[in-house]
């Protein structure tokens, strides 16, 4: 293997990363070099990660240059930061997602999830959206989890009921405006 490539996406367990695992994704949680890899582009993806990327499946390139900076400086993040979702048994890298960071002092994480347009509409939002929650509530730090989506009916909205989050509010987002808040509490999580 050349000193440049990093393990295909489907062998990423040997390593000891978190991947999650659910029926049809695998959730690999981005280590600096993913990072690198993800923002020179499309090709050096196919070379190094071995997967192929999906027409929209970043939906927020500028992410990549934060996400690699906030890791970089606190290297705690790594599983509760970003996440490629890759179609599992395909190597398509379909969407990313993850948490906002660590669980904060009242037990809290925040997820966020983004799915390529082509493969929306097949329940793969829920199941990123539902396996990330269930990794937050297998650290007993964890007592809720929250997500934020635009303040209107829209499938994000159904992905968060599914997994049985409740509004809970609106709040002002600095780059969104007023979006609504949503939370599911330990107590209320039910084991999928």
Partial sequence: MCPETIVPAMQHQDLGLNVIETTRLHLIPCQLRHF???????EEIRRVLGLEPVDGWLAF??????????????????????YLFVLA?????????????????EGRVEIGYAIAPGYQRRGLATEAASALT????????VQSVLAHTLPYLNPSVQVLQKLGMQRIGTVHDPEEGEVWEWSLQRDQYVTP
């Avoid at 690198?36 to 582009?41: A, D, H």
């Avoid at 048994?89 to 669980?103: K, R």
């Fill in 36 to 42: 690198e890899v993800v923002r020179k582009g499309s």
């Fill in 61 to 82: 390139p500028e992410a990549m240059t934060v996400g690699y900076e906030r890791l970089a400086t606190n290297s705690a993040l790594l599983g509760w930061w970003t």
């Fill in 89 to 105: 048994g395909e190597a398509l890298l379909i969407g990313n997602g993850g948490f906002v960071g660590l669980p904060d002092e």
């Fill in 134 to 141: 269930a990794f937050a509530f297998r650290d007993g730090r």
